[in-house]
């Protein structure tokens, strides 16, 4: 419940939103990310959508409407900051939001040119 004077809400809501933009990160990671790299972002933006997608499948199971608006948005934001500060020691989140949040940017062709690189790089190594 919130204060009177709304902090907690907003506490919230600023936390929803830090927890958004770092889910954006990852979506973009999973969706640009060339194949065989950043595998646990990839794994991470899939289990938010599917948890998104089996609370509305339940709701609608039931009988109830399941909103797919900002609410939705909200609680899967949510989910990824259960998921992150559940697994702290997942570095592959951190660097999978990196590399979401600059694949788009100004060095965006160096990060996906250095990513192949080094995915390339190591599957020589491991052979």
């Known amino acids: 419940m919130s204060g009177q004077d709304?902090?907690?809400?907003?506490?919230?809501?600023?936390?929803?939103?830090?927890?958004?933009?770092?889910?954006?990160?990852?979506e973009r990671c999973a969706e640009k990310a060339p194949e065989g790299t950043y595998q646990r972002a990839k794994d991470?933006?899939?289990?938010?959508?599917?948890?998104?997608?089996?609370?509305?499948?339940?709701?609608?199971?039931?009988?109830?409407?399941?909103?797919?608006?900002?609410?939705?948005?909200?609680?899967e934001a949510a989910i990824y900051g259960y998921l992150l500060e559940g697994n702290p020691d997942e570095c592959g989140l951190i660097t999978g939001e990196g590399f979401g949040e600059h694949v788009d940017g100004p060095a965006g062709a160096r990060v996906l040119a250095n990513t192949i690189r080094d995915r390339d790089a190591l599957a020589r190594l491991l052979v």
Do not use: P
Not at 63 to 75: C, E, I, S
């Open 6 to 26: 709304g902090r907690r809400d907003m506490t919230i809501a600023s936390h929803l939103r830090h927890f958004n933009r770092r889910l954006e990160f990852i």
């Open 44 to 75: 991470a933006a899939a289990a938010v959508a599917d948890a998104s997608h089996s609370i509305m499948d339940a709701l609608r199971s039931r009988g109830f409407t399941a909103l797919n608006d900002d609410r939705l948005r909200n609680l």
